[in-house]
């Protein structure tokens, strides 16, 4: 392997969604330079279907406050739904619900403590800034979603490799309406996710749970391609 694709492998591994930000916000060039990697993301004809508010500070506190009435009020306005079936896409959810509430210490019978962890999402962690990624309805929305997820994680990848990071939070989805009111977004405009970001809080239990991945040979099929599988490096 060259000393190129070893940084980056080493890169793309040490990327992981810390649950605890510290509130120190990040400098603009900084921010600048995060959005600047994340828009030369690939796109389906270079469609680019990608529009990001970037909210932080007094209109990032304003959100939050905005959000956590609306989870109080059950006023939920998802515009993508989040069924993972019942098979081993619904496992693998299960598994990472037992992870994050293990690590703050809430059993699965603390009702309250398992909303103040849905809380804590919609304060987005602490984190001083949040992404939030809106894409228009291009017919059934599968191709600007992939973009939107390679766009992602470029941004993810240019926070790691300042030394900086970001969690993506599906949950700021399931308060799209709430999301739009708040920052003025007109409604042909989806929301597929928000990503928290800042600097992870190193000595919070919660910086890296480990989640870890499932093994390649779970998820790749090959096909005349002898020797991929003989050896691998394990996915953290």
């Known amino acids: 392997m060259s000393s190129t694709a070893s940084l ?8 992981h969604s810390p649950r605890q930000f510290l509130p120190t916000p990040l400098s603009p060039a900084d921010i ?38 609306a989870y109080e009020d059950g006023r939920t306005s998802p515009d993508f739904t989040g069924d993972y079936g019942d098979g081993v896409h ?14 703050r210490g809430v059993a699965r019978s603390d009702v309250e403590g398992r909303k103040e962890v849905i809380r804590e999402n919609l304060r987005f962690y602490d984190a001083p800034h949040v992404a939030l990624l809106f894409m228009p309805q291009l017919g059934d929305g599968v191709r600007a979603g992939g973009d939107i997820g390679m766009y992602a994680q470029n941004f993810l990848l240019s926070l790691t ?7 993506p ?7 799209a309406d709430t999301v739009r009111e708040s920052l003025g977004v007109p ?20 910086y890296d749970i480990g989640m870890g ?15 991929v599988l003989d050896e691998h490096r394990p996915l953290a």
């Open 187 to 206: 409604g042909d405009l989806k929301l597929a996710f928000g990503i928290a970001f800042g600097t992870g809080d190193q000595n919070s239990p919660m």
């Open 8 to 15: 980056f492998s080493d890169l793309v591994r040490a990327r």
């Open 213 to 227: 991945r499932i093994p390649l040979h779970q998820s790749v099929v090959l096909h005349d391609t002898p020797g």
């Open 32 to 69: 600048r330079g995060v959005l600047e990697d994340a828009q030369t993301a690939p796109s389906n004809s270079n469609t680019q279907p990608w529009t990001v508010h970037i909210v932080s500070g007094a209109a990032r506190n304003a959100l939050s406050k905005e959000l956590l009435k």
């Open 169 to 175: 939070q599906a949950v700021l989805g399931v308060y």
């Open 161 to 167: 490799a300042r030394g900086l990071h970001g969690i």
């Open 90 to 103: 619904h496992e693998r959810s299960f598994q990472h619900a037992a992870l994050v509430y293990g690590a």
